[in-house]
């Protein structure tokens, strides 16, 4: 077997040209397109780099809405890297680490949420251009916040209304909605998220998708800290990814918070119970990791201590995938999920 067919799981007849959808080049949003590449900053921007993975990666993923969160720009981008890396035969064709993460998040949410007989608050932290609210049939019971800078949820909104719009079958799956304008680096987040309606002593879900490790070292542990304390209040689940060291190191102008280990951070500030996954590993594989060569699964060889790869020298680079979760009574029993429509 050569590695074009055992490494990366894209379909061999996946199109050439990038077909874009003509609502992205409608009257009413193309200015907002303009107004994310002229305005935002790469923060903002990370948002629609992560839909464009969504919607590039759709043999594997379900979201009808992602090309229209994403935006031309970010879909022709990601496109032609991956073109570029099909063409190289690459062993990691672009996107595939942000398909593993958004496929490991959509089942741990359905897997949380089951344990939790179906309802649950789900809180989005730097939600970005997140659609599960709208795509996840498990959230059917559940109350949804989704935590960001208004101007991105303002944009975001005024693109949801015209995909909505535009497509009868487009509807919200999750039981409600809330969008809360606010600043996880500011300390007034969670006032502002008590007052669109979330309970603290409710049954919660916090997820923190490709955000943490923008944050700073006193901004991240703040956040995880209040996260944190309402393990004393309900059952809380909190999943996230985390970088290592190593990782912060490929930007260290866009990349600051890390934790080499985090399944050591998380019990110390109260979560009773931590299962840490790195991409490749059997809940984080999702077909996509067939290669034994590739980046991901021979990082899974070396110890998480060994910080320099000793084939090539070169960083060892880890994204950590963690479920930690903690309850006043401090135990958790989890059972298996039912199907969940992703």
């Known amino acids: 077997m050569d590695r074009s067919e055992q490494g990366n ?45 969504r919607a590039l990666w759709k043999h594997v993923i379900h979201d009808p809405l992602a090309h229209v969160l994403a935006g031309e ?52 932290l730097g939600a970005g251009m997140d659609s599960r609210a709208y795509r996840l049939s498990c959230l059917k019971e559940s109350d949804v916040f989704e935590v960001d800078f208004p101007e991105v949820l303002q944009v975001k909104a005024a693109l949801l209304e015209e995909a909505l719009d535009s497509t009868e079958h487009l509807r919200l799956m999750a039981k409600s909605l809330k969008r809360v304008s606010a600043d996880i680096r500011e300390n007034d987040w969670l006032e502002k998220l008590q007052i669109s309606g979330f309970v603290p002593e409710k049954n919660t879900v916090w997820v923190l998708e490709g955000i943490i490790y923008y944050l700073s070292n006193s901004q991240a542990m703040q956040v995880l800290r209040i996260v944190g304390e309402k393990c004393t209040l309900a059952h809380t689940v909190l999943l996230a990814d985390f970088m290592n060291k190593a990782s912060t190191t490929l930007s260290s102008s866009t990349y600051h918070f890390y934790s080499d280990w985090p399944d050591h951070l998380l019990p ?27 980046l991901f699964n021979k990082l899974r060889n070396l110890p998480r201590s060994v910080e320099t790869h000793p084939d090539d020298g070169t960083p060892c680079c880890r994204l950590y995938l963690v479920q930690a979760s903690g309850s006043p009574n401090q135990t958790v029993s989890m059972k298996a999920p039912s199907q969940c429509s992703i």
């Not at 879909?75 to 958004?102: C, F, P, Q, W, Y």
């Open 268 to 294: 110390s500030i109260g979560f009773s119970h931590v299962k840490l996954s790195q991409i490749g590993d059997p809940d984080a594989h999702f077909g996509l990791m067939h290669d034994p060569l590739n």
């Open 73 to 124: 720009t970010y879909l022709r981008n990601l496109h032609d890297k991956i073109m570029k890396d099909r063409h190289n035969n690459a062993r990691e064709i672009s996107g595939v680490i942000l398909a593993v993460r958004t496929l490991w998040f959509d089942s741990k949410i359905e897997a949380v949420i089951d344990s939790l007989g179906g309802a649950a608050q789900v809180v989005l």
């Open 9 to 53: 799981a894209f379909p061999e007849d996946h199109e050439p040209e990038l077909k874009l959808p003509h609502l992205l080049f409608t009257e009413n949003v193309r200015p907002l397109y303009a107004k994310i590449v002229n305005e935002w900053d790469f923060l903002k921007k990370s948002a629609c780099q992560t839909a464009a993975g």
